[in-house]
């Protein structure tokens, strides 16, 4: 291992904006130089906002931020130089055709005559724009257009990119492409990846190291493996037939409790959800248990732990509510982690 | 510096294409002069036989309220495509390349700009096909194009920081319409001076249309009062440097916002 220094380091990030909205509340973010790291969270967790203080387009209210070695509050036309940036939201021009906008952005980083043509055509190739390169932006697919944003970043070969939410929106065919594009890019010598997500699913298949980020912090990290080995046992999941009230909530949660290798019981509107050593051998003693109670029971669900999982463990609630509803006591009964996928 | 006038003219290049490359926009730009040069010009073309109205042929006298009419009108909607820009996120891909943040001010700038310029050229010589006569010559039609582009700057700054600003359409689309026929109105665009109530004189004297006005047909009469020229001129110049600098500003007060 070599001990170069991090690619990315901002600590303590506070960042409030007009109506007292908090979207940073002590953020913090270390990425090591060649790696691909996820900031994984629902919608409004404050990761668009972390991206824009790193890419030098916000100011934070206090905290510090360190990007390709360039202190990005003091020397924010050096971190400029080091980094591309795919935004959430495509900055192409839609009246210009996609090499007349790689043409632009490289010429705007001082790329000049016979390497500008060369590595925008280099891009169109490899991002299969060859043949839509010369056609207006506008006339693009999603997809084709998420593809031309990350060529864009791309084309001054910065040594950190910067992806903020590059799949959402996108339809999964055109996903798993994009999904193996930066899975190519990461292979990319020495290129650092930052990359935010709202897809469980991208981030552990994309990223080696996951922060996962909850309303402006973080609130785990590590590898995939790290974050879900964290949490032992298989988890049991059942669905009732209504949520039941904060009395029987605790009796369930106690009578749960009692059995042996059954642990972190936690009631979250009408789900119900548990650790257990062995979850199929726990599965008939909870069963049994809720029947006593009285407590009705619409599905059983064992599985192993998931990012998902992870996510509940450590914000306290349900990834997919929390994106549904991030302010929202109640959470809503939502059944994948696929909800809030338009934007 | 070098750097910063190379990407004011990529920006520009970028805006100037944009331009051309939605025709009807073009199209729209260039057609509405034409119908106010003939539907004015149908309308008023006996007002010139007013005692103390003053010029030989209304068209002769049309054809600068024309071109600082279309100079305001086009302008005005500049505010629109920076909104434009700033909803898609094109403007935020700018900012965090290392592209001067002059040279973006300056690019809508200088495409307002040489837009204006052509637009009013476009005018002048639509005039002079229908039979206009301009006895000032060329030095008098330049100085016309240039208070024109000037005022165009006015107008056009204050739109952009209006959008900046408000980040709304219809707060653009509500006080253009509100505005545009008043300050065109309440200057010598239309109507000899001598013959506007005394009030709207006046009026007039304040509206940095009329100054335009004042301006460009002082230079294209025969007999030019410079000191009109300069006065009004200077005065426009003073106040577009006013609507850059205003501009600039909110500029950074959407910086902050992001
Ligand atoms: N420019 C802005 N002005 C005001 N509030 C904002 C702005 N950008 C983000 N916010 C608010 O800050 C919070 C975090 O937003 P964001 O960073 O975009 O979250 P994410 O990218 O994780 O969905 C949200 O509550 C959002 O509404
Ligand atoms: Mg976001």
Redesign the interface.
């Known amino acids: 291992m070599t001990t170069s220094p991090p690619a990315v380091q901002a600590r303590d990030l506070m960042k409030t904006y007009p109506g007292d909205v908090r979207a940073l509340d002590g953020m913090g973010v270390t990425v090591a130089a060649g790696t691909v790291f996820g900031l994984l969270g629902p919608n409004g967790a404050g990761k668009s906002t972390t991206v824009k203080i790193l890419t030098t387009l916000a100011r934070p209210d206090s905290g510090t931020a360190v990007v390709a070695g360039h202190d990005a509050l003091r020397h924010p036309d050096r971190v400029r130089r080091a980094i591309g940036v795919v935004a959430q939201r495509s900055g192409a021009d839609p009246v210009a055709t996609g090499r007349e906008n790689l043409l632009l952005q490289g010429r705007l980083y001082g790329v000049r005559g016979a390497d500008l043509n060369r590595r925008a055509d280099e891009l169109l190739a490899r991002f299969d724009l060859a043949e839509a390169g010369k056609r207006q932006v506008r006339t693009y697919s999603g997809g084709m257009q998420r593809r031309l944003d990350v060529a864009l970043g791309l084309m001054h070969r910065p040594e950190v990119l910067f992806l903020d939410e590059p799949t959402t929106g996108l339809d999964p065919e055109a996903r798993t492409a994009m999904w193996e594009e930066i899975g190519r890019l990461a292979g990319d010598e020495g290129l650092t990846i930052l990359l935010t997500t709202h897809y469980l699913e991208e981030a552990d298949r994309l990223a080696e190291r996951i922060a996962i980020v909850d309303r402006g912090r973080v609130v785990a990290e590590g590898t995939p493996d790290e974050l879900k080995g964290e949490l032992h046992g298989d988890a049991v999941h059942v669905e009732l037939r209504e949520a039941p009230d904060a009395v029987d909530g605790t009796l369930i949660r106690t009578a749960l409790a009692e059995f042996a290798g059954v642990r972190e019981v936690a009631l979250d509107g009408r789900r119900l959800s548990a650790r257990a050593d062995d979850g199929p051998a726990a599965v008939p003693h909870v069963l049994t248990a809720l029947e006593q109670q009285g407590v009705a029971v619409a599905s059983v669900t064992v599985a192993r732990p998931s990012l998902d999982d992870v996510y509940l463990r450590y914000a306290g609630r349900r990834f997919a509510d929390a994106d549904a509803a991030p302010e929202a006591a109640v959470p809503a009964p939502v059944p994948a982690n696929t909800s809030g996928a338009a934007r | 510096m070098s750097?910063t006038i190379?990407?004011t003219w990529?920006m520009t290049q970028?805006q100037l294409?944009?331009i051309l490359?939605?025709p009807a926009y073009l199209v729209i730009t260039l057609i509405q002069p034409v119908i106010w040069l003939f539907l004015f010009g149908s309308l008023f073309r006996r007002v010139v036989e007013l005692p103390g109205f003053g010029a030989g042929s209304y068209l002769d006298y049309l054809v600068p309220g024309v071109v600082v009419m279309s100079a305001v009108s086009s302008n005005m909607w500049a505010g629109m495509g920076t909104l434009e820009e700033i909803?898609?996120?094109?403007?935020?891909?700018?900012?965090?390349?290392?592209?001067s943040r002059a040279a973006l001010m300056n690019a809508n700038v200088v495409q307002q700009g040489i837009s204006t310029g052509i637009q009013s050229v476009v005018i002048v010589l639509l005039g002079k096909i229908g039979g206009a006569d301009y006895p000032g010559g060329v030095a008098g039609l330049l100085i016309l194009v240039l208070a024109s582009i000037v005022l165009g700057t006015v107008f056009g700054a204050f739109s952009n920081a209006l959008g900046m600003l408000v980040r709304q359409r219809e707060s653009i689309i509500g006080i253009n319409t509100f505005l545009l026929l008043p300050l065109t109105f309440l200057s010598s665009a239309f109507m000899a001076p001598g013959l506007m109530p005394s009030w709207m004189r006046h009026v007039a004297d304040f509206n940095p249309v009329n100054w335009a006005l004042v301006a460009g047909r002082s230079a294209m009469s025969a007999d030019p009062d410079w000191g009109d020229v300069l006065s009004r001129g200077g005065a426009l110049l003073a106040l577009a440097a006013a609507a850059v600098w205003l501009s600039t500003r909110t500029f950074r007060s959407y910086?902050?916002?992001?």
């Open positions: 750097t190379n990407q990529f970028r294409t944009a490359r939605q909803e898609r996120g094109t403007l935020n891909r700018f900012l965090t390349t290392p592209v910086q902050k916002s992001v």
